[in-house]
């Protein structure tokens, strides 16, 4: 469903974020994109959307080369992808509503978002997001007065109001503690099974992303070293992905949740 | 070898690094800044003759202030205030309302370099001319009357707004706008969720600060034939009504206190 070609980010510094990367998101995929700071993950899912203008390849969403789109055309492609931020980007003065019906501006005409008038069907889908994230009795408080990961569930109804087909997710755990970063990511890959997203989930956390995500993909220096499953992230692939570390604490760690979450389950 | 150097370190004492590094340039700059000072005020002539004279003078203006003559001059007065006051709340309307649009093309993380050049442009314009200066100009071509004192307070309103309004959405969180783009929305759009809440608080607080200045401006603009309070205020000082000044003076002062109780409360609510 999405296929990147030879995608190239070089910035006028002349640092080379992305070095031609090749990758192809089935639909309904959801996909953790592993590696240290800098190795280009944000810029990654920003030459998707472009927030970040790409300098070359082609990022192709169900056979459309975003790369090459006018504005008109691109303002479309951007409702098809929703995207989650690192510090939940959410309007801080605006109410939680208003910021779930902002995922509604590439389908509303001006003057209904400016008077706040949305359609009905789109009233009823935000409702149904709050309601499914736990935040319906919050509709009306305004973003600020919410705590971290309630911000970031707003965050992602916002996203998801948008019907995408493809969610982009920058580092939706960054800045919460191990518990809510848990509940987000349950959250974020059981909305995308029930409705059939395929997701790229930027992540820097391993043990969470090996946790719950069936494909990990592992980026250094802009360039892919590392495509495949949780299980055969080995501790000579970590340190191929990051440098030299010790590496077994992690991934012990991860084993024995994952024996207790079955055994749980 | 690091350990020697702690070693070298330890009980030495701390201080923070001096802002200019070279001794020689610093006290230099030091002692020229002294002596310059010292100049400068030895060069400024008192005549103390004429201080002693003046003092009389003054001393009867502020006695003045004891005793205002709120009643002899009751029309003029309340005819200059209301003048003042259309003056102030018109020029402030239509002077924001302007401003708005040239404030988001003076700031350059959301206008096109052509767009920025020109209203940057027209802000260092309305900036650079004082409002006195414009008053003359426009007292010249709309002749006397409370007109000019509109336009040049409207005029100067927005060098004012637009400039900080401005440099306020370049001071904005990227990411909150960035969200908003990434959901499709158009330009309009974008300014009006992204942009708009962000410096809402800012802009209202400035325009109350400038509808408080514009006030303050039109009782000087009169002193040029611009109108308003401050036409009724030179007349009463070439009659030498000191009095009837003060009255008037004292009125200034009252209504802009109150703007700025006004505008505490404003500003604390839109937060």
Known sequence: ?265 | MSHRELDDMLGKGWRKPHFIANPALRWGLIVGFAAYLVAAVMTIEVDWARVYAGLDRGGQFILSFTRPDFVTRAGDIWSGLLESIVMTVAASVVGILISIPIGLGAARNIAPLPVYVICRGIVAISRALQEIIVAILLVAIFGFGPLAGFLTLSFATIGFLSKLLAEDIESMDKVQAEAIRASGARWMQWINYGVQPQVMPRLVGLSMYRIDINFRESAILGLVGAGGIGATLNTAFDRYEYDTAAAILILIIGIVMALEYLSGIIRARVQ
């Not at chain 1, 789109?122 to 705590?147: C, I, N, Q, T």
């Not at chain 1, 755990?173 to 990511?185: G, H, N, V």
């Open chain 1, 1 to 265: 469903m999405l296929q990147l070609e030879k995608l190239t980010k070089t910035y006028k510094t002349g640092d080379k974020a992305l070095q031609g990367i090749d990758l192809e998101v089935p639909s309904g995929q959801v996909l953790a994109l592993i590696g240290p700071s800098g190795a280009g993950k944000s810029t990654m899912i920003r030459c998707i959307n472009r927030l970040v203008e790409p300098t070359g390849g082609a990022a192709i969403l169900d056979g459309v080369n975003l790369t090459r789109l006018g504005s008109g055309a691109l303002r479309r492609a951007r409702r098809e992808m929703g995207m989650i931020f690192q510090e939940y980007a959410l309007v801080e003065r605006l109410t939680v509503m208003e910021n779930v019906l902002s995922g509604r501006l590439g389908y509303v005409g001006f003057w209904r978002s400016f008077l706040r008038r949305y359609p009905q069907s789109d009233v009823d889908e935000a409702f149904r997001l709050l309601d499914r994230v736990g935040l319906l009795h919050m509709a009306d408080k305004r973003a600020d007065e919410l705590s971290g990961g309630q911000r970031q569930r707003v965050g992602i109804c916002r996203a998801l109001i948008q019907q995408p087909k493809l969610l982009l997710v920058d580092e939706p755990t960054a800045s919460l503690d191990p518990k809510t970063s848990r509940q987000i990511m349950r959250l974020i890959t059981e909305l995308c099974r029930e409705r059939g997203l395929a997701a790229i989930i930027n992540i820097h956390d391993v043990a969470l992303a090996q946790m719950f995500v069936p494909r990990i993909v592992g980026l250094r220096f802009g360039e892919i070293v590392f495509d495949g499953p949780p299980d055969a992230l080995t501790s000579e692939k970590l340190t191929e992905i990051y440098g030299e570390e010790d590496w077994e604490a992690t991934i012990e760690k991860v084993e024995g949740e994952d024996t207790d979450i079955e055994a749980a389950e």
